[in-house]
């Protein structure tokens, strides 16, 4: 089955700092990669998502970059905010509606 | 509009009992899932319904652990004679169709004495 690694398990930055998670996949029939964030307590929460017919995605601060050959793909938060911290976790699925697949979470705290 | 709900918030039980978790899903989704997260770990998928029927119970981790949605809205996890180990968050998520994004409930904590 699908086996996704994330890392770093824990990142600090400081206030308006840039901010990179990483992720690899093993299946290469995965081909939707979704990031949720979710704070203490409570649900994860969609940011962004990527398919596999795309390279890259942004969204305001938030951008995602895939690549499928390596089998990898990875958030970028830019301008970070106190508000950013939080665990974010990737997954993987081989389509959207079908059971995903998460990484091990990174703890992100941005320091003011 | 109103998302994924989950009842009992929390839920505190002793070894060996039964217990079921309700998951009401945003009105309209046709799929739904279960997973479970342990702390400090990813949710770990158990159960997806479409519709009435289970898609993918390839999760569930033994038949202590059972999964229903008789009318294709409101699903119930059902887990007998509880162990340590189930002690978890149980989070239910739906989507519009099957090839939707998902969308997460609260989760029910789950703990056994």
């Known amino acids: 089955g699908e086996n996704v690694e994330q890392h770093p398990s824990t990142l600090s930055v400081q206030e308006g700092d840039s901010a990179v998670i990483k992720c690899t996949y093993s299946?290469?029939?995965?081909?939707?990669f979704p990031w949720y964030k979710q704070e203490l307590g409570k649900r994860p929460q969609l940011i962004i998502d990527?398919?596999?017919?795309?390279g890259e995605k942004k969204d305001q601060r938030i951008a995602v970059t895939l690549n499928k050959t390596a089998k990898h793909f990875s958030l970028h938060i830019t301008e970070t905010q106190p508000e950013d911290s939080a665990v974010y976790f990737c997954?993987?699925?081989?389509?959207?509606?079908?059971?995903?697949?998460f990484g091990e979470g990174t703890q992100l705290t941005v320091n003011p | 509009g109103a998302g994924v709900s989950q009842t009992p918030s929390n839920k505190v039980t002793e070894k060996g009992k039964y217990v079921e978790l309700r998951c009401d899903p945003i009105?309209?989704?046709?799929?739904l899932y279960w997973y479970r997260q342990s702390l400090g770990q990813g949710p770990e998928f158990l159960i997806y319904?479409?519709?009435?029927?289970?898609?993918?119970d390839s999760g569930l981790p033994n038949d202590r652990f059972f999964a229903v949605r008789p009318e294709g809205s409101v699903s119930t996890l059902k887990i007998q004679r509880t162990e340590r180990g189930d002690s978890a968050v149980y989070l239910c998520?739906?989507?519009?169709?099957?090839?939707?994004?998902?969308?997460f409930g609260p989760g029910t904590r789950l703990t056994v004495l």
């Open positions: 998520a739906s989507s519009k169709g099957s090839a939707d994004t998902q969308y």
């Open positions: 299946d290469s029939a995965s081909n939707y």
């Open positions: 990527i398919r596999s017919n795309v």
């Open positions: 997954a993987a699925s081989i389509s959207s509606g079908s059971r995903l697949t």
């Open positions: 009105s309209g989704h046709t799929a």
């Open positions: 319904f479409q519709g009435t029927g289970a898609a993918d």
